[in-house]
């Protein structure tokens, strides 16, 4: 079945950075985009960063632009988003998903305090 995990949020300060992973199983992780999340407690979700399914093509939300990155590896069914510069509204629960499951993992903590 179609699963992600996804790890490497945190505790850290305006300014600082993470780098975020999620390992996905159950669907041909090369075949598809794939895209980064994140939910703020009393906010929607939202879209932060694509990424097609070959790598070549990226698109970011114009809150993180030139401040987040995201990246793939398809040997190891991976989806990266480093994350520079952070600041306290980027604090959410982050989440990778690719449009064409229904499902979302357990997401990672991020939280930009001082």
């Known amino acids: 079945q179609v699963q992600f995990v996804e790890s490497g949020g945190g505790l850290v300060q305006p300014g600082g950075s993470l780098r975020l992973s999620c390992a996905a199983s159950?669907?041909?992780?090369?075949?598809?985009?794939m895209n980064w999340y994140r939910q703020a407690p009393g906010k929607e979700r939202e879209l932060v960063a694509s990424?097609?399914?070959?790598?070549?093509?990226?698109n970011y939300a114009d809150s993180v632009k030139g401040r987040f990155t995201i990246s793939r590896d398809n040997a190891k069914n991976t989806v990266y988003l480093q994350m520079n510069s952070l600041k306290p509204d980027d604090t959410a629960v982050y989440y990778c998903k690719t449009y064409s499951y229904d499902t979302w993992g357990q997401g990672t903590q991020v939280t930009v305090s001082s």
């Open positions: 159950g669907f041909t992780f090369s075949n598809y985009a």
């Open positions: 990424i097609s399914n070959t790598g070549l093509r990226t």
